[in-house]
């Protein structure tokens, strides 16, 4: 119990050190206007996904959560399954990257319906590459990064749950 008490606040201290940072133009490692990092990862499919080959054309969102079918991760995911019409009008390639296996990857994307690529980061090159906290050494923070043609416009270091799809589309409608 005393285990429990100590992680949860950690992670309350985790939460206002990232909300803290959120409005910069910077997470530390990437820098709006950088080029997507080149880093592969497997899909819920098995499949390896190169992000930077996938996100050098048009928009590429790529969404980090701490742990798939938990109530905000499934809260943030759902929310870009329900505007998904919206987003793909928009030209938006969705990647959501988590450390959990593929197999739960898999298991996430078929019980919430997501139409969407999910990203297994088991060895953790993709929470690198982007610059992502974990928590507790397992757990990667909320955050959101948005590409145009491989270059990156828009972060959300302290990505929200249910309004995530909200957060791009208002993004989105402010681009050129």
Known sequence: ????FTALLLLAGLATV??????QRS???LNIGDRIPVVTAEDQDQNLVN??????IGYTLVYFYPKAMTPGCTAQA????DAYADLQAKGVKIFG???DTVDSQKKFQQKEHLPFVLLSDRDKKVTSAFGVPL???SLATRQAYLFKDGKLVWMDTHASTDKQAR???DVLAQEP
Not at 1 to 4: A, E, H, R, V
Not at 18 to 23: D, E, F, L, Q
Request: proline content about 0%; aromatic content about 4%; glycine content about 6%.
């Open 51 to 56: 992000l930077a080959q996938a996100g050098s």
């Open 18 to 23: 990232v909300k803290a940072v959120s409005n």
């Open 78 to 81: 759902c929310s870009l399954r």
């Open 1 to 4: 119990m005393k285990f429990l």
């Open 27 to 29: 997470n530390g490692k």
């Open 135 to 137: 928590i507790l050494n």
């Open 167 to 169: 957060d791009v589309l």
């Open 97 to 99: 990257v988590s450390l």
